[in-house]
């Protein structure tokens, strides 16, 4: 079992629409998750950080964590096409430094 | 642009030669950690540190590999005998502190051939 899973994709969403991307962790002692952006050829941006349960609102971008089933997702509302991007789901375990990443989500929004 | 920097951006070598990345955390940031992404997967932790001192090493990092931050700034990432598996992006990203968020440079991107 991989440490981080995501959905490959590609997931298509209609221009407008609501965004949704899933992220399943195996490692229960994980603490901190994070939401990357990541443009064809380019490098992570930081969307959102979440360390609680519950929602974190920012924007257009809510992450939901639900540490008892552990899992954690992105909805992205009024989908534009610049948010046609690889999402990649970040966990970093209490007392480890790095991050462990997914493969990502391959979103592509359709005008 | 006070972000994090890295060179060369791209670095196209032979098998066997060796290549040295070049990064420049934020102003600072005194975590630094070194990344490998290969096409359609997500980047791979190789190594950190903090200040001057390397903490800890993934085991991908073969003996090929090293790193250094001399003086706690800049980090150097160093590749000997490369191989065209070793061909990646090679990610460098930045924190403040302890838990907190890293942030990523634009990437070395290595071709071996």
């Known amino acids: 079992q991989k440490e981080v899973e995501q959905n490959s994709g590609p997931l298509s969403v209609p221009e407008g629409a609501i965004a949704s991307l899933n992220c399943t962790y195996s490692d229960r002692g994980s603490q901190s998750f994070f939401w990357y952006r990541q443009y064809s050829g380019k490098s992570p941006e930081l969307i959102m950080s979440i360390y609680s349960n519950g929602d974190k609102e920012d924007g257009r971008f809510t992450a939901q964590l639900n540490k008892a089933s552990q899992y954690v997702s992105l909805l992205i509302r009024d989908s534009q096409p610049s948010d046609s991007a690889t999402y990649l789901c970040?966990?970093?375990?209490?007392?480890?430094?790095?991050?462990?990443f997914g493969t990502g989500t391959r979103l592509t929004i359709i005008p | 642009d006070t972000g994090v920097s890295q060179d060369p951006r791209h670095k196209i070598t032979k098998r066997g030669q060796n290549v040295t990345f070049r990064c420049d955390p934020i102003?600072?940031?005194?975590?630094l950690y070194w990344y490998r992404q290969t096409l359609g997967q997500g980047p791979e932790f190789l190594t950190y540190f903090q200040n001057e001192a390397q903490l800890e090493k993934s085991r991908l990092l073969s003996d090929r590999f090293s790193a250094e931050r001399p003086k706690g700034s800049f980090s150097t990432l160093e590749i000997q005998r490369t191989e065209q598996g070793d061909s990646a992006m090679y990610l460098c990203?930045?924190?403040?502190?302890?838990?907190?968020?890293?942030?990523f440079g634009p990437g070395t991107r290595l071709l071996v051939l």
């Open positions: 970040a966990v970093r375990n209490f007392g480890n430094e790095k991050l462990t």
């Open positions: 990203a930045s924190s403040y502190g302890l838990a907190e968020t890293q942030y």
């Open positions: 102003s600072e940031h005194n975590r």
